[in-house]
């Protein structure tokens, strides 16, 4: 390879590792370079980009030839497109880290002096003076095995020391699976061998050239090959919010980690992995997102301080784009590494951290009371009662006696401080999260998953995630004539037909494609943005090969590209004619595109001019049926621009794109997802407010909101458009008032034609409302980039698998891989399991609790000794803790979940129901432990173990207690399954093999320990006779459970309601009458009632073409309000409207609906799915009464929606 392949090349280059005609440290340096500077050293090194791709063995038309030795020695010489994570902690690291347990300290502590006082042996003759409690029966040999109590001590601390860890090391190891997937799920398009493929961004090599569009997040540097209308955000590196213009000849370096905000291009990878931008950074960041590496930092920060001094050079605009030398940069990274922790804390944690510091206080309290009066006890009996005086030699006895209660004080604690709430969170978490995969759920950050059970609203984006996102052409309008079918070919006169394919075939982006089926006679296959997979579709239909056109045109003889985005709402290509001449062809959304218009092309060929009449006309005969059909309409134009007049101005957008000429408006159908209508109507079950923000046309998102359900005829709920809403919640400053927006968001269901902005503005206002008593807790849908914001804003933000751009994926906490919204529901279902999980651990935890924290302080007060040991008592805590937590937290969800409301985030975490089976429970086994405790030895016949001395070896008596208190427990594990008072609280336990196992388990290893476990556990070998009693005893907490239950629960009747909600009302009035024995009258009243409006055609339903079209809810306007009138009273008088029933019941009926706006210009739909700008035409709202349907407007009519409390 010649080093100058350009004569203009100055540097030469020797040593050029691996025969490349540039070295890593070359390309480095260039990467570091911006604007003027970068492209006077691209002239300098190598003569110009071509130059580079010559250098680096590749092509910028057909790429690299992907051969794998070629790909190998790529990655051998210029490194690899990974940055290597930082290392995980080892499991020693994580077993020092959960010996830093304050609890577990103590306790240690403890038992380190246990230990080493059991050793002391005082001599024989003096034990007597130290008081009766230090004299004993005990032998030798009991004596002698005075120390392994300590020993046990410390083996049951090594074993919640190492059950620890090794949670927290699996969940590790999820989390860095889960990041692997995601990576691994980013895919990039590159040319090689000619052909553009997908492969993995770690398969990216320099020399690569790369297809970069709309909404990708770079991953390597390079510069820029060819671009079209291509701007940049690096704000990510540089701090600077304006996006920034890459053009071949003012600033073509693309840096990785920054965001494509507009535009498409190809570019030329020179830098990969740890020597891209982003891999500098993080490796001055030492690759740690924590504080372990603050020094690390801090050089990090003087070096860059130093490369800012050096570098202040007179280039302004070089100085301005330096990747390193902004303070921002570190920051930066940080903050973007730390979403999670930026967003408000999840409603859970905050719920249990605050619970688990008030029990923790209350066992500290507890421990101390426990310590203090045995101490007091003791004292007062030994020097007070037998009037002994203090032997010296007799103080490491008293203090073995100390050290014994401070242990029995210690381990109360224990047992109290629910140190096993955060393992269950993260163990419930890591189940759901593992789980939702296989729902189509990719979680990115745990506490999502959670925070989505208690959604109360969900913004959803409509196409791709209410709709299929296969989108055909169905209709069209087009010389002259509207077709209801794609019309044959030959119906077409040529020279429409030529413009109209061509225009289809240049005017979209190249990687836009449509494939052949996958399986013999499937559906094509529509890669790229699907709406322009529809025209190419409808170029296929027409008989025409889009493909031979685009050959003939590649995309680097396009003259200039205006690429679509969320304000244009339009997309532009100009070609260069043979003459001179330009014509440039244009597709966007119809009512837009169409004010823009002032000819049309006529059947004959010929262009007639196209006045505003003309245009109110096609709208209301074309524009509007269609999307009442909920078709998306698209208008194609073009626009001749001769030689005579020269080369125009393409910066000037606006006199550029004006006077269009109409070539056909055509109606795109995306059919709604089979399952999202039930999807929907399990949210509104279970409270949840679906609301639909879309980009499209206000009457195509109304249509479709009507086929998915988020309507229904009769409902008083708000259709708008962004620019509507956003004039209702500005005031005359046009700043956004919170109680503007309070007054529209009950009611609103589909805001149309909205941007980004308003999404954001809607969420925010939700979010920061006050008008509930429940602060909302909002879920969003996304996949542009401009949906970032919002995703961010939201509680969740759910981005699109498929179709989401890496922006939006970014910026989410769950990645939907399917796109679907009926996965959302499962997520909702999921995050609800996760709070009852934890609900279902915590009753169990806080009665085991209760009644250990009692039996220990009781025992403890009145005989001297705690009847549970210390040893004991960590087994208890190991059951209830890490076993209770792994089986409680597993349970899968049912359906039945979502058949209730939302908890919210002021509900008390603990429920009434669950308190009254706390205390019940505990109740009952503090009955049954006491009454062992003090009459269990002539219930047994057994020896007393009360008021045993200091080493005593271990009694019948206390064995039975410890081992019916354990086995009180197990069976009360299953009673905790159910939290709502449900009876049968064995349903589905099969279904849970976790559950089965830990509690056969548990009973397994409990009979060892009692059977073999001897002084190590303070316990002795039971007969058959005492462990039948003691399995019966523990087995009567089922039963008591069950007499405990009410015959009806609340949440029963609750279900039951909900369930009965949806059944016609007449259906509904008289069953809710059987289940009341006395029927009241006006219950009676509503039933006649309802059996009256069950007259109405609609029977509790639509009539089902009230499903296609929404005409047929219309028909008779019984009021209008047009939009000249000032005010709005719709909204705005909602008070007032309060205040006066009588007023709302006579002038209109509850079932008043907002119907689509007059055959005015009503917005259409754009051509991307990230269909989000305010660009509307006059919207005019109309309130429609029903009178055609005949319903009455009693509250119990059909039609009277379950949401109007709003």
Same mark, same amino acid.
């Given at each position: 390879m010649a080093n100058n392949s350009y004569s203009g090349v100055k540097n030469s280059t020797a040593n050029h590792d691996g025969d490349f005609g540039c070295s890593l440290k070359d390309l480095r340096s260039l990467m570091e370079l911006r604007g003027a500077e970068a492209i006077s050293k691209i002239g300098e090194s190598y003569g110009d980009v071509q130059g580079l791709c010559t250098r680096l063995k590749t092509s910028p038309v057909d790429g690299l030839s992907g051969q794998p030795a070629d790909i190998d020695k790529r990655k051998?010489?210029?490194?690899?497109?990974?940055?290597?994570?930082?290392?995980?902690?080892?499991?020693?690291?994580?077993?020092?880290?959960?010996?830093?347990?304050?609890?577990?300290?103590?306790?240690?502590?403890?038992?380190?002096?246990?230990?080493?006082?059991?050793?002391?042996? /005082?001599?024989?003759?003096?034990?007597?003076?130290?008081?009766?409690?230090? %004299?004993?029966?005990?032998?030798?040999?009991?004596?002698?095995?005075?120390?392994? +109590?300590?020993?046990?001590?410390?083996?049951?601390? @090594?074993?919640?020391?190492?059950v620890t860890a090794f949670n927290d090391w699996s969940k590790e190891k999820q989390f860095r699976g889960l990041q692997s997937r995601i990576e691994q799920e980013q895919k990039f398009a590159v040319v090689r061998g000619g052909q553009v493929i997908q492969i993995p961004v770690a398969e990216i090599v320099v020399g690569d050239v790369a297809q970069i569009k709309y909404g990708d997040?770079?991953?390597?540097?390079?510069?820029?090959?060819? %671009?079209?209308?291509?701007?940049?955000?690096?704000?990510?590196?540089?701090?600077?919010?304006?996006?920034?213009?890459?053009?071949?000849?003012?600033?073509?370096?693309?840096?990785?980690?920054?965001?494509?905000?507009?535009?498409?291009?190809? !570019?030329?990878?020179?830098?990969?992995?740890?020597? *891209?931008?982003?891999?500098? #950074?993080f490796a001055l960041l030492g690759a740690s997102e924590d504080d372990d590496d603050d020094e690390e930092e801090k050089e990090a920060k003087k070096k860059e301080k130093k490369e800012k001094k050096e570098k202040k050079t007179a280039d302004g605009a070089a100085m301005e784009m330096q990747p390193l030398n902004s303070d921002e940069v570190d920051i930066d990274e940080k903050r973007k590494s730390n979403l999670k922790e930026k967003k408000e804390k999840s409603v859970l944690q905050g719920k249990l951290t605050k619970l688990a510091?008030?029990?923790?206080?209350?066992?500290?309290?507890? *421990?101390? #009371?426990?310590?203090?009066?045995?101490?007091?006890?003791?004292?007062?009996?030994?020097?007070?009662?037998?009037?002994?005086?203090?032997?010296?030699?007799?103080?490491p006895i008293y203090v073995q006696f100390f050290v014994k209660f401070f242990i029995i004080g210690v381990t109360v604690l224990v047992v109290a401080v629910p140190e096993g709430l955060p393992l269950a969170v993260t163990i419930s978490l890591a189940y759901s999260v593992k789980k939702m995969m296989k729902d189509n759920n990719l979680v990115r950050h745990l506490d999502a998953c959670e925070t989505m059970g208690n959604a109360t609203a969900i913004c959803s984006d409509k196409t791709g995630t209410l709709t299929m996102n296969r989108m055909t052409v169905v209709q069209a309008y087009v010389a002259d004539k509207h077709y209801r079918n794609v019309p044959e070919p030959q119906l077409i006169p040529a020279a429409i037909m030529d413009i109209l394919v061509l225009g289809i075939s240049v005017n979209s982006a190249y990687t836009t494609n449509i494939m052949s089926p996958e399986k013999e006679g499937g559906l094509p296959r529509q890669v790229g943005n699907k709406t322009e997979c529809a025209l190419l579709g409808f170029a296929n239909d027409l008989k025409r090969d889009y493909q031979a056109i685009r050959n003939? #045109? /590649?995309?680097?003889?396009?003259?200039?590209?205006?690429?679509?985005?969320?304000?244009?709402?339009? !997309?532009?290509? @100009?070609?260069?004619?043979?003459?001179?001449?330009?014509?440039?062809?244009?597709?966007?959304?119809?009512?837009?595109?169409?004010?823009?218009?002032?000819?049309?092309?006529?059947?004959?060929? +010929?262009?007639?001019v196209f006045r505003p009449r003309d245009r109110e006309d096609m709208v209301k005969k074309v524009i509007e049926p269609m999307a009442s059909?909920?078709?998306?309409?698209?208008?194609?134009?073009?626009?001749?621009?001769?030689? *005579?007049?020269?080369? /125009?101005?393409?910066?000037?957008?606006n006199d550029i794109l004006t006077s269009l000429t109409c070539v056909c408006v055509v109606g795109i159908e995306d059919p709604v997802r089979p399952e999202v209508p039930d999807a929907i109507k399990k949210c509104q079950r279970a409270g949840i407010t679906v609301r639909m923000v879309t980009g499209d046309n206000i009457n195509t998102a109304r249509a479709i909101a009507t086929k998915c359900g988020i309507l229904q005829p009769g409902d008083e709920f708000l259709c708008m458009e962004g620019k509507e809403f956003n004039r209702r919640i500005r005031n005359e400053k046009g700043e956004i008032e919170q109680e503007r927006i309070d007054k529209i968001w009950p009611k609103l269901r589909v805001l149309a034609r909205s941007s980004p902005t308003d999404k954001h503005t809607l969420v925010k206002g939700i979010i920061d409302s006050t008008v509930l008593e429940q602060r909302q807790v909002v879920a969003v849908t996304g996949d542009g980039t401009n949906d970032g914001p919002a995703l961010k804003k939201a509680d969740v933000g759910f981005a699109m698998g498929i179709a989401g751009t890496d922006v939006a994926k970014e910026a989410s906490d769950i990645i939907l891989t399917d796109d679907n919204f009926s996965s959302i529901v499962k997520a909702v279902m999921w995050g609800r399991n996760v709070y009852d999980s934890i609900s279902k651990f915590l009753q169990f935890q806080l009665t085991v609790n209760v009644v250990a924290v009692i039996v220990a302080f009781t025992g403890a007060c009145i005989t001297q000794d705690s009847p549970l040991k210390a040893v004991q008592m960590l087994w208890v805590n190991l059951i209830m803790d890490t076993f209770a937590s792994l089986a409680l937290a597993t349970e899968p969800p049912t359906e039945s979940l979502l058949l209730r409301k939302p908890y919210g985030r002021n509900k008390p975490l603990i429920s009434r129901t669950m308190m009254k089976n706390i205390l019940g429970h505990g109740v009952y086994q503090l009955i049954i432990i006491f009454t062992l405790l003090f009459v269990g030895e002539q219930i047994f016949d057994i020896d007393s173990g009360r008021y045993a001395p200091l080493h005593s070896p271990p009694s019948e008596h206390y064995t039975i207690i410890f081992n019916t208190f354990v086995l009180l427990q197990l069976f009360n594990e299953i009673?905790?399954?159910?939290?709502?008072?449900?009876?049968?609280?064995?349903?589905?336990?099969?279904?849970?093999?976790?559950?089965? *196992?830990?509690?056969?388990?548990?009973?397994?290893?409990?009979? @060892? #320990?009692?059977?073999?476990?001897?002084?190590?556990?303070?316990?002795?070998?039971?007969?058959?006779?005492?462990?039948?009693?003691?399995?019966?005893l523990g087995f009567s907490s089922l039963l008591w459970g069950q007499v405990r239950r009410p015959t009806h629960t609340h949440s029963e009747l609750q279900v039951?309601?909900?369930?009965?909600?949806?059944?016609? &009302?007449?259906v509904r009035d008289t069953l809710l009458l059987t289940v009341s024995p006395l029927p009241s009258l006006p219950q009676q009243i509503r039933v006649v009632n309802a059996f009256r409006s069950s007259l109405s055609p609609y029977e509790g339903l639509e009539k089902p073409e009230s499903r296609s079209s929404i005409h047929n809810f219309m028909t008779h306007p019984e009021f209008r309000i047009e939009d000249s009138e000032p005010s709005i009273p719709l909204i705005d008088d909602t008070d007032a409207e309060d205040d006066a029933p009588t007023k709302r019941n006579s002038a209109s009926p509850r079932n008043a609906t907002p119907t689509p706006p007059s055959p005015s210009l009503s917005p259409t739909p754009s &051509?991307?799915?990230?269909?989000?700008?305010?660009?509307?035409?006059?919207?005019?709202?109309?309130?429609?009464?029903?009178?055609?349907?005949g319903t009455p407007s009693a509250p119990g009519s059909p039609l009277h929606s379950q949401e109007t409390s709003l």
């Open positions: 051998e010489v210029f490194g690899q497109n990974l940055i290597p994570p930082k290392k995980p902690k080892t499991f020693l690291q994580l077993v020092w880290e959960a010996l830093q347990d304050v609890t577990l300290i103590i306790l240690e502590v403890a038992a380190i002096v246990s230990l080493g006082l059991s050793f002391y042996r /005082p001599p024989d003759a003096e034990r007597e003076h130290c008081g009766s409690a230090a %004299g004993g029966v005990e032998d030798d040999g009991e004596a002698e095995a005075g120390w392994i +109590e300590g020993a046990a001590i410390l083996l049951s601390v @090594v074993c919640v020391v190492l997040l770079l991953p390597s540097d390079g510069i820029l090959i060819q %671009g079209n209308d291509l701007k940049i955000d690096e704000s990510s590196l540089t701090g600077e919010s304006d996006h920034v213009k890459k053009t071949l000849d003012r600033d073509p370096m693309l840096l990785s980690g920054t965001h494509v905000m507009e535009g498409s291009g190809k !570019m030329l990878v020179t830098a990969v992995g740890e020597n *891209s931008q982003t891999g500098i #950074i510091v008030q029990i923790g206080k209350a066992g500290l309290v507890m *421990s101390a #009371i426990t310590v203090i009066i045995l101490v007091v006890l003791f004292v007062v009996d030994t020097f007070w009662v037998q009037g002994l005086p203090w032997h010296k030699d007799c103080t003939e #045109i /590649p995309e680097e003889k396009l003259y200039k590209v205006y690429t679509f985005n969320s304000c244009r709402k339009s !997309m532009s290509t @100009v070609l260069k004619n043979a003459d001179g001449s330009f014509r440039m062809f244009s597709k966007g959304a119809s009512e837009i595109l169409l004010k823009k218009c002032s000819k049309l092309l006529t059947a004959s060929g +010929e262009t007639k059909e909920g078709l998306r309409t698209i208008c194609l134009a073009y626009r001749d621009f001769p030689v *005579s007049e020269g080369e /125009p101005d393409w910066d000037q957008e009673n905790a399954r159910k939290i709502h008072g449900e009876r049968n609280v064995f349903d589905g336990i099969f279904n849970n093999l976790i559950f089965c *196992s830990i509690v056969f388990g548990t009973f397994i290893i409990q009979i @060892v #320990i009692v059977q073999w476990g001897g002084k190590p556990f303070s316990c002795v070998g039971l007969s058959i006779d005492q462990w039948l009693w003691c399995t019966f039951r309601h909900l369930q009965l909600s949806n059944t016609a &009302p007449s &051509p991307n799915q990230n269909n989000n700008a305010v660009e509307s035409g006059n919207n005019h709202l109309y309130v429609e009464g029903n009178k055609a349907a």
